[in-house]
C-alpha cells in the first residue's frame, strides 16, 4: 500500500497506513511525551501523557493508539495539549511520594524526567501516598506499589514477552494496585524472578532486590577473603549505566574497578561458561550416542529453569543436568581455587556480577551449597555494580585496563558469546563438533543459530550428524517450542533456551532502557568481544585443560557431577506458592 500525506504542526509528513499518529510524528522528528507506550509492548492508550489535538476529533486523542488517515491535520504541542499534559503529569505526582533523592531510579526515572521537560514546579492539589506497603519478599524483585503509576507495561511484559502472567491491577481509581493474584506476595506468587517487569517500570515501583550493603561488609572485613565473577554481558553493559555509549566493550576497566572496590580475586563467569560447554556438550554426545532423553535442553538462565519447573514439570528430564556457569564458578572457587590458593573457603565470600536477578533466587537455591558452603555468597546486578562504583568515586571511563586473575580468569570467544541469544548452541557446537568428528571446524562463526527472531531453527552437520537445533529467547517464545515437543511435534537434538529477550544481554539487572535496538547494539558488541578473543573454542582454554588434569578428571566424571550438576523441583501453576 502507498503511503499518504499527513499535517503535524504544520509540516507535511509522509505517512503509512497501519502507523500510529506517534509513529508518524516520530519518524519526522517531534517528540512526543510517553509514559505507558514501550518499544517492546504494543501500545495500550493507558497514561493519557501523549495526548494531542487532531482537527475534527471533538477532544484530544493518544496519539500511540490512534491511526493515522489521509490529509490529517495534527498538533502535538498546541496550548491545549500542553496543559492538558501538565495536568495528567501533575495527577499522577499528585499521591506520588516525593523522595526521588532516596529512590534506586533517581535520575533514570521516566516521571521524573517528563515531570522536567514539561516544567512541573509546582502540584497543585497533592495527597499522601496511599501508603501500601514494599513487598520485598521475593529474593529478586522488590515492588512499592505507591511509586506505580498504573502504567500496566509490568502486566504486559509479564503476560506477552513471558507468559508468566503473574501481575494483575485490582481495585479501582485511588485504590487501584498492581500484583499478584489474591495479594499474594511476590516472593510466594507465581513468578520466575526474571526481572522483565522492572526493565520497563518507568519508575521506581520495581527494583532488584539490592545486595549491595551486603558486599560492602564483605569488603570491608579483613577476615573475609572476596572473590568476584563477571557474567559475559556485564562487560557490554556496564559502561552503558556509567554514561558510555551504548554496546561499549569494558572489560578492562571492570576489572580494574573491582580491584579498586577492594575484592581479592577478580575472577570471569567466562571461565566457568567454557566449562560449561565442556560439560554440556559432553553431556549432549552422550545422551545423542547413548540414546538418552531428547531433545537436550540448556540449563544455564536461571529465570527459564524456574519456568519449565513450574509450567512444564513433565519435561525436566530434558534439560541438561548442569549448572549454570554462576553456579559452576561458585562451586570451583571454593574447592579448587581455595586449595591451589591456600584459602580457607568458610572464610571466601563468591560475589557474582550479574546481568540477572533470577540469578539471586538462583544462588539462593538449598540445592547450591556443593563446595561444603553456599556456592555464591552474593549476587549484584550490572545497575548495581554501577552503583558501587559511583559510591566508590571511580572514573570508570578514565580507568585503565587490566586483565582477570588466574586461574579462574582466562577464557575464550565461545564463552563470551552466551551472552547473547544463540550463543551457548554456537559455543557448544564448536566444541561438539570436534570432539564428535576429531577435526577443526572450519569457521567458528556458526551464523545458522544467531539472530534476534523469538524463535530460531537450524540444521548443522556435525560430521555425518545432521543435529537439529533451536533457540528461544523470551519465554513466551519458549513455551512455542515446549508446546510443540509435548505434542510430538519436534524432532530436535538441542535447545537452548533464555529467559529474557536477546538473552542474557537483555536480562533483567541490565542497564535501564531496553529496547530493540539497544538489544542488537550490545549483541553486536559481544560479537566484537568474540571475534577479539585469541581462543574461540571453550575445549582450547589452557585453564579448563588444567583443571580437568589437576581436579576434575575428564568431563562428567564423578567429581564433576558432584559439583557441576544439579536437580530441578517440580512445581506447581498454582498462583500462590508454598
Ligand atoms: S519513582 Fe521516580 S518520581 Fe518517584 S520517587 Fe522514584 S525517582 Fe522520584
Ligand atoms: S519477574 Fe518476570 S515473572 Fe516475575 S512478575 Fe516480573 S515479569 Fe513476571
Ligand atoms: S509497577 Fe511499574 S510497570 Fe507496573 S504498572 Fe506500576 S509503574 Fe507501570
Redesign the pocket.
Given at each position: 500500500m502507498s503511503g499518504f500525506n499527513i499535517t503535524i504542526n504544520g509540516q507535511t509528513v509522509q505517512a503509512e497506513p497501519g502507523m500510529t499518529v506517534l509513529e508518524a510524528a516520530k519518524g519526522a522528528g517531534f517528540k512526543i511525551p510517553t509514559l505507558?507506550n514501550h518499544p517492546d509492548l504494543p501500545p495500550l492508550g493507558a497514561c493519557r501523557v501523549c495526548l494531542v489535538e487532531i482537527e475534527g476529533e471533538r477532544t484530544l486523542q493518544p496519539s500511540c493508539t490512534f491511526p493515522v488517515r489521509e490529509g490529517m491535520v495534527v498538533n502535538t504541542h498546541s496550548p491545549t495539549v500542553r496543559q492538558a499534559r501538565r495536568t495528567v503529569v501533575e495527577l499522577l505526582l499528585s499521591d506520588h511520594p516525593s523522595e526521588c533523592t532516596q529512590c534506586a531510579r533517581n535520575r533514570n526515572c521516566e516521571l521524573q524526567t517528563l515531570a522536567e521537560e514539561l516544567g512541573i514546579r509546582e502540584v497543585r492539589v497533592k495527597a499522601p501516598p496511599p501508603g501500601h506497603p514494599v513487598d520485598d519478599s521475593s529474593l529478586a524483585v522488590v515492588?512499592d506499589?505507591d511509586?506505580?503509576?498504573?502504567?500496566?507495561?509490568?502486566?504486559q511484559?509479564c503476560d506477552q514477552i513471558q507468559g508468566v502472567s503473574g501481575?494483575r491491577?485490582k481495585g479501582r481509581g485511588y485504590d487501584s494496585i498492581?500484583g499478584a493474584p489474591f495479594d499474594t506476595p511476590l516472593g510466594h506468587a507465581l513468578c520466575v524472578n526474571c526481572g522483565q517487569?522492572i526493565n520497563?517500570?518507568?519508575?521506581g515501583?520495581?527494583t532488584e532486590k539490592t545486595q549491595i550493603a551486603e558486599v560492602w561488609a564483605a569488603l570491608e572485613d579483613p577476615e573475609t577473603f572476596t572473590v568476584v565473577q563477571t557474567a559475559p554481558a556485564t562487560r557490554i553493559a556496564l559502561g552503558e549505566a556509567l554514561g558510555m555509549p551504548v554496546g561499549e566493550i569494558v572489560t578492562g576497566k571492570m576489572t580494574s574497578a573491582l580491584r579498586l572496590l577492594g575484592f581479592d580475586r577478580v575472577f570471569d563467569t567466562d571461565f566457568a561458561a567454557d566449562l560449561t560447554i565442556m560439560e554440556e556438550g559432553y553431556e549432549l554426545i552422550q545422551r545423542i550416542k547413548e540414546g538418552g532423553v531428547l531433545p537436550q535442553l540448556t540449563s544455564c538462565s536461571p529465570g527459564w529453569i524456574k519456568f519449565i519447573e513450574h509450567f512444564y514439570p513433565e519435561l525436566l528430564p530434558n534439560v541438561s543436568s548442569c549448572k549454570s556457569p554462576q553456579q559452576m564458578f561458585g562451586a570451583v572457587a571454593k574447592t579448587y581455587f581455595a586449595e591451589q590458593a591456600g584459602v580457607d573457603p568458610a572464610k571466601m565470600k563468591v560475589v557474582s556480577i550479574m546481568p540477572c536477578v533470577a540469578k539471586k533466587f538462583e544462588a539462593a537455591r538449598p540445592e547450591m551449597c556443593d563446595s561444603g558452603y553456599q556456592d555464591v555468597d552474593y549476587v549484584l546486578t550490572t545497575r548495581e555494580l554501577a552503583q558501587m562504583i559511583k559510591e566508590q568515586g571511580i572514573d570508570f571511563p578514565a580507568l585503565p585496563e587490566s586483565d582477570y586473575d588466574d586461574p579462574l580468569g582466562e577464557s575464550t570467544g565461545a564463552a563470551v558469546i552466551f551472552g547473547t541469544t544463540g550463543g551457548v548452541m554456537e559455543a557448544a557446537l564448536r566444541t561438539a563438533y570436534e570432539v564428535l568428528t576429531g577435526e577443526q571446524l572450519a569457521d567458528v562463526n556458526i551464523e545458522a543459530v544467531r539472530g534476534m527472531e523469538g524463535v530460531r531453527e537450524a540444521t548443522v552437520m556435525v560430521g555425518d550428524l545432521p543435529v537439529k537445533a533451536a533457540v528461544a529467547h523470551g519465554l513466551a517464545n519458549a513455551a512455542k517450542v515446549l508446546d510443540k515437543i509435548v505434542a510430538g511435534e519436534a524432532d530436535y537434538h538441542f535447545i537452548e533456551i533464555m529467559a529474557c529477550p536477546g538473552g542474557c544481554l537483555g536480562g533483567g539487572g541490565q542497564p535501564i532502557p531496553t529496547s530493540p535496538a539497544i538489544r542488537q547494539q550490545r549483541a553486536d558488541a559481544i560479537y566484537q568481544a568474540d571475534v577479539e578473543l585469541p581462543i574461540r573454542r571453550s575445549h582450547e582454554n589452557p585453564s579448563i585443560k588444567a583443571i580437568y588434569e589437576k581436579f576434575l578428571g575428564e568431563p562428567l566424571s564423578h567429581k564433576s557431577h558432584h559439583l557441576l550438576h544439579t536437580e530441578y523441583t517440580a512445581r506447581t501453576k498454582a498462583t500462590v506458592q508454598e
Open positions: 505507558c515492588r506499589p511509586k506505580c503509576i498504573l502504567c500496566r507495561r509490568c502486566i511484559t501481575l491491577i498492581i517487569c520497563r517500570c518507568p519508575t515501583a520495581l
